[in-house]
């Protein structure tokens, strides 16, 4: 299946669920609880005007709970029915979003559902069969049972990630914890209150362990990414777990697939750049940025074809007007998807860092890949 060749309308699905711009947070976030939906689309006079999602709620922090959905929604893309597919998938990737709003003339007509996506991917040539070794990220953000929620809401936060795995205390996988089971616990049918994630006067301790789903979900590092994505749809999930021997290796999200899916129609087009996390709206900061990763790739394409790069900055350890960097990257090429993971005060050397430790994993992984070819000869 080439999916280059489907429209979102093609996939898009006209049973949909929206909320009012003028209806009360209270009421939108019980509705999502008790739907378990994470996002939905806010409509005024049935236009589009913005998406209510569990993040967006999370990063407001502070707000009171008879506020109005406009006051924490969030904008995105248009996207319209007669788009490519592939158009629809470069949006969830960018916005971080499972579900996609889909308008006419600003009008809301349909939907996108990871579901619907998930359904076609599991039938892309070149996908389907790989292992999930392949598309897995390693040694993933995790949380332990006996963490209180907050450090778990801090990560998450941190990542722009939505779900975490748990580990028992013989460091085993135990559960997940995600954005919904902390939103959950914290939030009670108000009384004209405020809502507070960050309250610093007698913070009611939440253990991880007592809100986290079990038994988690997980599939063997072997297992064909077809099975892991029919499994996805099967739960209703967007990320899965990946064991081997018992130990937590890797997981497996729906951004990782959708990725591998744009890696494998961009074979013209260059690579995908994504730059996410950076508070700064400086545009000098963003052009910097993006010279440093250009000089970076231009190096690595010496040994391989890179295919989509993304890294996402966190920032913290606030001293006076200096904050330290963290930078997370990934970049899938031709052969593989490689991994880095870098810290320092200068944002950009922090940057210069990473690619240097991918061009290093990728040069690396290559004098392995020529002994072999010598031993056979």
């Known amino acids: 299946m080439e999916l280059s060749n489907i429209t979102v309308k093609d996939v898009m699905s006209r049973d949909f669920s929206f909320v009012d711009k003028d209806d009360q947070i209270a009421d939108i976030i019980s509705r999502m ?75 809301l007509v349909g939907t996108v559902y990871k579901n619907d996506v998930m359904e076609i991917l599991a039938k892309v040539e070149g996908l389907r069969e790989r292992p999930v070794s392949d598309m897995m990220t390693p040694a993933p953000e995790k949380v332990r049972e006996d963490d209180d929620v907050r450090k778990a809401l801090s990560i998450m936060r941190g990542l722009d990630e939505k779900n975490l795995p748990v580990l028992d205390k013989n460091g085993k996988l135990s559960g997940v914890i995600g954005v919904m089971d902390i939103m959950k616990s914290t939030w009670k049918p108000p009384k004209a209150q405020k809502l507070d994630y960050n309250r610093e006067k007698k913070p009611i301790e939440v253990f991880v362990g007592s809100i986290m789903n079990r038994p988690p979900i997980y599939v063997a590092p072997t297992a064909p990414v077809e099975n892991a994505i029919r499994t996805m749809k099967r739960k209703d999930i967007s990320t899965l ?48 940025l993006y010279s440093v990763i250009q000089k970076g790739l231009i190096r690595i394409a010496k040994f391989v074809s890179p295919r989509i790069f993304n890294s996402h900055v966190i920032t913290y350890n606030h001293q006076g007007l200096r904050s330290k960097y963290s930078i997370h990257a990934r ?47």
């Open 33 to 107: 609880s008790s739907q378990e939906i994470h996002e939905l689309p806010v409509v005024d006079g049935g236009k589009v005007v913005g998406l209510v999602t569990y993040n967006s709620l999370l990063k407001k922090k502070y707000f009171p709970l008879t506020s109005k959905a406009e006051v924490v929604m969030q904008h995105f893309p248009q996207l319209s029915e007669f788009d490519p597919l592939l158009k629809g998938i470069e949006t969830m990737i960018n916005s971080n979003l499972s579900n996609i709003p889909v308008a006419r003339n600003g009008k």
């Open 241 to 288: 777990f990946v064991v081997e021997d018992e130990k937590l290796v890797g997981v497996l999200t729906l951004k990782d697939i959708l990725e591998h899916a744009m890696s494998l129609e961009r074979r013209e087009e260059g690579v995908y750049v994504q730059l996410t996390g950076l508070q700064s709206e400086d545009p000098d900061v963003y052009e910097a």
């Open 331 to 377: 970049l899938t090429t031709d052969k593989s998807m490689y991994y880095a993971k870098t810290s320092d005060w200068d944002l950009y050397k922090s940057m210069d860092d990473a690619m240097e430790v991918l061009e290093k994993e990728i040069k690396k992984e290559r004098e392995k890949d020529l002994t072999k070819r010598r031993r056979k000869k």
